[in-house]
């Protein structure tokens, strides 16, 4: 399985990027996903997950009300729609994937996801 996620740049304090995560391989293997971030000199820490039938989601507080985290599984691909961005929220995203079911809080956890893809930078200005 690959995951490669794309969509970031740089974008001013208020304004607004999508994120997508696109999956290739034995994409049957795939259950939830998530995005991760890592500023530089901190830890990675969670972002957004999404259960596989997409009726489930759940958001690190700091984006919460901000960020939509959806899925597209016809096209096998994860979306992160960024609004109202902050200059904290620079840094790279990156997208992973579990092999089982989790419940939606569990999706939190790093320890959860299998597959991991590389990053993507966004940068915020204030």
């Known amino acids: 399985v690959q995951l490669q996620a794309s969509g970031g740049g740089l974008v001013q304090a208020g304004g607004s990027l999508r994120l997508s995560c696109a999956t290739s391989?034995?994409?049957?293997?795939?259950?939830?996903m998530g995005w991760f971030r890592q500023a530089p000199g901190k830890e990675r820490e969670f972002v957004a997950g999404?259960?596989?039938?997409?009726?489930?989601?759940y958001y690190a507080d700091s984006v919460k009300g901000r960020f939509t985290i959806s899925r597209d599984n016809a096209l096998s691909t994860v979306f992160l729609q960024m609004n109202s961005l902050k200059p904290e929220d620079t840094a790279v995203y990156s997208c992973?994937?579990?092999?089982?079911?989790?419940?939606?809080?569990?999706?939190?956890?790093?320890?959860?996801?299998?597959?991991w893809g590389q990053g993507t930078q966004v940068t915020v200005s204030s």
């Open positions: 992973a994937a579990t092999k089982a079911d989790y419940s939606s809080s569990a999706l939190a956890r790093a320890q959860a996801y299998y597959y």
């Open positions: 391989g034995r994409i049957f293997s795939i259950r939830d």
């Open positions: 999404i259960k596989w039938s997409g009726d489930s989601t």
